[in-house]
């Protein structure tokens, strides 16, 4: 399942420079994750290191964007390859 970022977001910028697959950029006035991108971090960490480092607490799972692991890590090798 994707991640997205909700309104609590303070626009710190703690959560892009983290994020493996890019998928994170600044948005008005918010930050936005973009679900064809995110991976929660499968293929490249244990766990999704943008929820790690976010200070607001703000970064939860995406309900429109339900992914099984399986499904993250294809989607991670055709980012990467």
């Not at 692991?69 to 989607?75: A, F, H, R, S, V």
């Amino acid at each position: 399942m994707a991640l997205m970022i909700n309104d609590d977001c303070t626009a710190c910028d703690a959560c892009k420079p983290v994020c493996p697959n890019e998928a994170i950029s600044a948005g008005d006035p918010t930050y936005v994750i973009d679900p064809a991108r995110c991976t929660e971090c499968v293929g490249a960490e244990d766990e999704p290191q943008c929820v790690l480092v976010c200070p607001a607490d703000c970064i939860v799972p995406n309900p429109d964007f339900r992914e099984t692991p399986e499904q993250l890590m294809e989607k991670y090798l055709s980012l990467h390859g």
